[in-house]
């Protein structure tokens, strides 16, 4: 057999087994994006039961540092959701996104649990609590919050990420405790998932072509 036969059979079974993994991929990505992704175009966790016996659950602070391309007068390349609803009937709720120092000096000396972790998959949520007085005044009297919501029923914050360090905070509207809610989290991002899985696909699609050429050419001869 011609050297140049070998190359092709050997290049095309290399096309062909990468466009199949590009292929794979490409699936993946798309049915990710189709299967998590709500109306809103946010991607989004079930409802997850949150309790605590303080006034307050407050997640972890995140340090957000970003450049000038992703954060602007004009733009935010990420928005955040968060919905919640009282297992307690009737039981007013609220939600609040707040820079940490803000959120610190609020809850000084009042009790509240720190969330620390989460278990895929069993709705386990994992707090350290800090203590501290069982009530809290009441979260929307006050005015430092970036977002917030509050009210009966499934009350919901949209939240345009902005630089700096912030935290999210589940109280019941009249700051007492305890705390019995479900939760669910979303993240809209820029519509590149979509754009990803396609172009993965496609360009699987071409090598695959191109592979099954070389192959044909160097099987069968010129």
Known sequence: MKAGRIVLIVLGSLFILVSLALIAGGAVVLAFDASYKDAQGFYTTRFIPVQ?????????????????????????????????????PGKPIFIGVA???DLTRYLDGVGYDEVTGFTVN???????????????????????WAASASGT?????????????YSV?????DG????????????????????????LLIGGIILLVGGGVMLFFGIKGW
């Open 176 to 199: 007492s405790a305890p705390i019995d809610a479900q939760v669910a989290v979303g993240l809209k991002i820029p519509a590149i998932l979509h754009g990803i899985g396609l172009g």
């Open 99 to 101: 820079r940490e120092s």
């Open 169 to 173: 905070v589940l109280m019941n509207a």
């Open 52 to 88: 605590s016996t303080t006034p307050a659950v407050v997640s972890q602070p995140a340090d957000i540092h970003a450049g000038p391309w992703l954060f602007n007068e004009n733009r935010n390349a990420f928005t955040v959701k968060i919905e919640a609803s009282s297992d307690t």
């Open 153 to 165: 029923g499934t009350q919901t914050v949209q939240w345009a990420v902005s630089g700096g360090r």
């Open 122 to 144: 069993s709705d386990v949520i994992h707090f350290v609590q800090h203590s501290g007085s069982n009530t809290a005044a009441q979260p929307a009297s006050q005015n430092f």
